[in-house]
């Protein structure tokens, strides 16, 4: 696709990102903030029942959910979780270190922290919170932060308790893992000011750099995730939840750009061909004696589990359901998508692709007979129960009806590759009340005071002290910024008194290639990190060793790296043994020295420096050989 | 209390009377250059009166604190919000008839969002609208007795329960439902088991640990079973219907006298004590766990005793306990004390005077236990010998609140201390079991 001019399509995105905060406790209780590492030791039952808003709505998914009698079955062990987290206890108070953090990073921001904060119920009830609903509070509104020098309005600072994992789901049954539930989350939104996908990346780093400036949230993949909300002139708002990756930000808006232009294009299209919502019905067949004999083999398959198949008319839908909208997503994973929520079916077959799964020409003919459908209309067929199959053709019409309007307003779910898929309708704006079990929290103009006489350096201003105090060059400066592992940079330089440059580009780019390269960095554990440089520093083995040290420690958890330097031979060879090196390989190499003379010394250092790099100093090398080949020369002479 | 602006109290009433703006209004406060700008949200009981809270656009609330520079000023009026509840769903043809008398308690709560709080507000017939699967178990008449917290009852209150049941089941109720907070549910339930006798029908107690405003809530599955059992079960006994455990799968049946509340806050939080389960409710059936139980009849006779004494004290001893605590009560006119001694019925020599002058002067005095689990026997040690020579009566493996219950019942009946002692250690309602058995249950944790 050529170029996309982001302004003449009137683009805005805002960020929701959330940031697991490094706390002692979670956010209600005492329970650690950590995932569990164990598989879980026990496990209960639960179904949530829709129940009112305060202003008297249900939420129809959930109520269709419910209807269907979905059950959620919670794992958990007593390390990671209690009472609270199974919701078989009152929330205790609000972690009161979690608040000082929000509130640290809302006057980094310039925001206004509230009065008095008040927790809140947001009802969630697709199981990941035991309680059918999320408690959490806004901190502090109205900040900004610079971006590029624009101004970008940080609308809201909030706190709130993460929800459970989910780890699988059979039929009715959902599995979530609770070791999650209640770590706290800041949540930071911005206004929907940001108009291109490179800004919303660019955004999102910005805030992060906050974040982690505070050296108070935790570091590493899930600990750090986005949600965004996309919308194009005549389009939709749509909520992608849970990016992870901050280099996806830019691909998921780039794609959803483009999805939501070509729905556009097959609204224009259906518009042309005449095709009004009145046209399409929910009258569903049941085809199941179509394909007695099919070569079908996914519909073979149902037939012989005793499953209906059934299909419903798309009118002038010919050809629609096959285009692609992106990569790898057409209108038909669309209705999939949806066809799967609703109807808990596998996925669905249609017209435009009737052909690749095998279904004959005679089979096509019949079902075009018994739904009375011509050569423009797309036809849509499901195998499962009876009754599945019914709510999933139903969601099916209600997409092509949707589909005649535009873009539905929905809540996606992000893939790892940027694009992302149908997680459930909009929830409705009325679905926050008050958690009554939590008082109030004043906070006053005091405590605010003492927050912002000790407030974490900006990052922009790290960068200028590190390159003024460690004199490493900007590109360094910024990349410690962002690594996982900048932190550790002055405390590393300071006490160890490895070369800053060195420290620098082995924490940003040397951790970084490795990771590339497939090696489980982030089971690296920060100490781990710190005690390998002491071991540089001390001389005990060499800087060019760290490499193999960490690759080592990567397969070794929890190892110590003098056992890495042990058992890999990296320790440094001390100048006797050096001195007798060289001394070998001039006997070894007399021709070489008599023939090149001074010049000799290349050769020689790239012979050592190969067979001996990570356990030798360069420099050391270097002078000893230059001395042994003049005491050589000397000698021969 | 402002009707207009529930919770608000000194500078913060004053300011939002002199705006003339109310609860549910949208509203702009300015102060310090900072405009906010909401709608005006009740003042929670647990709130100050320093701040005013509001909900902002996305529908967080917050409190804003007063300051003398502030200026508030209505913007608009909005819809106040409230709850409605959906219509009560159509009586299907041919379903036993059931009653349900509400209380209150947490199973009838929700938030105000008038005052912020949760309190007892759904009714009976809210219950029934809001849980439309109960349409499928009975046809169900409702109605309203009280709206209490559970700790505020007294038996005054049981009288006033029993009576109530009473006339349902003469009007041809075939199963009496009481929805009641959980804190004193059991008392509760041990009055009615002695109030009541002879039922010909179930009357089935129930509660909810969660309240009903919560999706996670454990009212409408306590409710369908409790329903369920009042519908359909063999027997006709005071029961209590609560979780089994803390899984959404099987509801608990215990008898009214033998049901104890021994958790603050879990779902499974009601046991049977010193006795199994009644029954069990699980994927829609009922089943029994014991064959001895008193079976449902097709008449409406039954005995209704539904006076109870007030002047009946429980007692539970503790090291160094003063006997003037005793002296106390007979002097101001008690005729019955419960004892909750210590391990098989024990109370220090330095009471036995006092329950010495008590029994002389009248009172009756018998020995529960602390330990909650087994039965009193005070043949065992010497002072339990020696409380037994006082006149003290030993009340077997009976839960010390059930006997409290049971004295208050049996001296609104008689007031002939002879009478009273053979009542207290006659077996009425299943409140005694002479042999202590090992409970034999199917395994209640779920695997994965």
Redesign the interface.
Known sequence: MADINYDDLGLKVGLECHQQLDTKEKLFCSCKPELSREK?R???????????S???QVDPA?YFEFQKGV?I?Y?ADPETSC?VE?????PHELNREALEIALTVALMMNA?P?????V????V?DGSN????QR???IA?NGEIQVDRKKIPI??I?LEEDAARKTGGEGLIVRYRIDRLCIPLIEVTTGPVIHSPEEAEKVALAIGRILRATGRVKRGIGTIRQDLNISIREGALIEVKGVQELELISKVVELEVKRQLALLKIRDELKRRGVTEEQIKDKIKDVTSVFKGTKCRILRRAIEKGRSIMAIRLPGFSGLLGTELIPGVRLGTEMADRARFWGRVGGILHSDEFQSYGISMDEVEELRRILNAGDEDAIVIVADEKENCIDALRAVAERAKEAIRGVPEETRAANPDGTTRYMRPRPG??????E?DV??I?ISNEYLERLRMNLPEMPERKVERLIREYGINEKLARQLQDSEYGDLFEMIVKETGVPSTFVAATLTETLKSLKREGFGIERLSREQIIEAFRLVGSGRTSKEALPEIFKWLSSHEGADPEEAVKTLGLAMLSKHELQRIIQELIDQNRRLISERGERAFGPLMGMIMKKYRGRVDARMVSALIKEEISRYRGGAN | MDEKLPGYRGEALRILKEAYVEVGDLIRIEKAGVTYEGILMPRSELGDERHITIKIRSGYNIGVRITSDMRVEKKASIAKPSFIPPPPPKQKPGMPRVTIISTGGTIASRVDYRTGAVRPAISASDLYSIVPELSDIAAIDTEVLFSMFSEDLTPKHWSQIAMKVAEHIKRGAQGVVITHGTDTMGYTAAALSFAIQKLPVPVVLVGAQRSEDRPSSDAAENLIGAVLCAARAPFAEVVVAMHQTISDEAIAIHRGTKVRKLHTSRRDAFKSVNSSLLARVYNGEIIMLTDEYNGRRDDAEFILKPDFEEKVALIKFYPGMNPDIIDWHVQNGYKGIILEGTGLGHVGRRCFPSIRKAIESGVIVAMTSQCIWGRVNMNVYTNGRDLLSLGVIPLGDMLAETALVKLMWILGQTDDPEEARSLLMRNIAHEFSSRSVEPIEPPESIKA
């Not at chain 1, 509230?114 to 008040?118: A, F, P």
């Not at chain 1, 035991?130 to 609903?133: K, N, Q, V």
């Open positions: 879980p026990f496990f209960f039952l639960r179904r949530l029942r829709p129940t009112q305060e202003m008297g959930a059950k079955l794992e009472l199974m919701d078989e206890e009152p206004k509230v009065d008095e904060v008040h809140m119920r947001k009802v009830i035991t309680t059918g609903f959490t509070c806004v509104l609308e809201h909030s704006a009325a679905r926050m009340y008050p009554t008082p109030p004043p």
